[in-house]
């Protein structure tokens, strides 16, 4: 049996992919909880760092849960299991399996959540829409698909990502043509005044005033599941882990579906 490698090993991969310098000020990135001397087996990628999560984790036997959402954002006295952030830390305590978020760090960078996005969406000559402070690295990602409609391109979006019940939401003449696509993971209305010029842009979590606004001014919009856009990074990081580690580490990504809404009438 190949050894494995320790957890600080883990997160120095990870931190030399996604580094914890580039989150925005207001993140919380990183080891959460976990003895970095412990050794790392088994890695589990998901979303959202919610009880199922921790639950599948401890039955599966994981050494290390890997999530894109921070589970403590803002700062606490304490995780005690009477509160769900609690529940879940206490899950995988006792199950002695470590928690490390990469959030806003992995937003922008090379093999990140935007550029797996992206490629998950059949993009094509892929840029950052807002260069970072090194080549090929920032926010959000441009890039273009072959000629067609923004009623046909919105029907491939909802065809590559997980099922949710929210569904895709689609602004903008159906006959539109589309061949060049802005898009971002994760809540993107903020990049608005900087996707004007592309067919079509593609984010999640919308407002109904700014989104209304840019379709005044000849847009359109596709609104995707918050949850959906960001779990296609997860394969992605599978893989790399597997290609760097070998062997010694079995990955899974977790098909617990997250998003928060259950019904749509």
């Known amino acids: 049996m190949p050894t494995p490698p320790t957890l600080s090993a883990v997160t120095s991969l990870l931190d030399d992919w996604y580094p914890p310098a580039t989150a925005d000020d207001w ?30 984790a401890a039955a599966w036997g994981a050494d290390l849960v890997v999530v894109h959402h921070p589970l403590f954002l803002k700062g606490v006295h304490g995780f005690a299991a009477t509160t769900p952030k609690g529940r879940t830390l206490s899950t995988l305590v006792s199950a002695r399996c470590a928690l490390l978020t990469a959030h806003t760090n992995a937003d922008q960078a090379l093999g990140g959540v935007s550029e797996s996005l992206a490629l998950a969406l059949g993009l094509g000559s892929l840029r950052p829409l807002v260069p970072g ?33 929210a569904g895709i939401r689609v602004a903008g003449d159906l006959d539109r043509p589309v061949s060049s696509v802005a898009l971002c993971g994760g809540a993107g209305d903020f990049l608005l005044d900087q996707v004007a010029s592309y067919d079509v842009y593609v984010t999640s979590d919308l407002r109904h005033h700014p989104a209304s606004e840019f379709l005044e001014k000849g847009g359109a919009l596709i609104d995707i599941p918050h949850w959906a856009a960001e779990w296609t990074w ?32």
């Open 133 to 165: 402070v090194s080549d090929d690295v920032g926010t959000g990602r441009a890039g273009t698909v072959a000629p067609t409609t923004l009623g046909a391109f919105a029907e491939s979006v909802a065809a590559a990502l997980p099922a949710t019940a």
């Open 27 to 56: 993140d919380a990135v990183g080891l959460v909880w976990g003895d970095p001397s412990q050794p790392v087996s088994k890695v589990l990628l998901a979303v959202d760092p919610t009880l199922p999560v921790a639950e599948e």
């Open 234 to 265: 997860l394969p992605v990081l599978a893989r790399r882990l597997n290609e760097a580690l070998g062997d010694t580490v079995e990955t899974r990504v977790s098909q617990i579906v997250t998003d928060p809404w259950t019904l749509r009438l």
